[in-house]
């Protein structure tokens, strides 16, 4: 930026000036990646087993979406399944990352303490709090799952 005389003013970081700088701004970008890994709490855990098992039974939101476009479109609907037992869902490992009204959950699932019949072990669920209540609202990615880490935190009604 020109001074009040026409000559270029600036300031140039170098040793152990530059080495601070760089210090700080790594410091704020590791504290920020740390404070957005979450704790899964138990309801939040309860929620997801809950989905799971609805999803492993057929009775998952993409059996409404397919049932709903099909209903729509005026084809007829597939008959219902027949009813599976319940499957005994467990969670070798989760880890959130988010804020704590929002978070993207890495689960790894066992369904009957083997891999899942779709044969995705690793799953990636996105969380939302309603009403002081853990809600699935929908199947994320790795993707966005790490990309949490680096995001600003979010505000209660931003996403």
Known sequence: MP?????????????????????AILGIVVYQCVARVQKVDEPA???????FVREY????????????LDQKAGRP???APPAIAEP????????????????VVR???????????????VRYVDLMKQDGRWVVFAESD???YYWMLL?????????
């Open 142 to 144: 790795a993707l966005h």
């Open 3 to 23: 001074g009040v005389d026409g000559t270029e003013r600036g300031v140039t970081l170098t040793g152990w000036k530059a080495a601070a700088v760089a210090a």
């Open 107 to 121: 689960v790894e699932v066992r369904v009957n303490e083997q891999p899942p019949p779709a044969g995705r072990a």
């Open 77 to 79: 609907t597939a008959p």
């Open 151 to 159: 995001m600003p935190a979010f505000r209660r009604n931003l996403f």
């Open 57 to 68: 039974q057929g009775k998952g939101i993409r059996r409404e979406v397919r049932e709903y």
């Open 88 to 103: 005994v869902v467990r969670f070798v490992s989760y880890t959130g990352h988010g804020s704590s009204e929002t978070m």
């Open 45 to 51: 855990r309860e929620t997801m087993r809950a989905w």
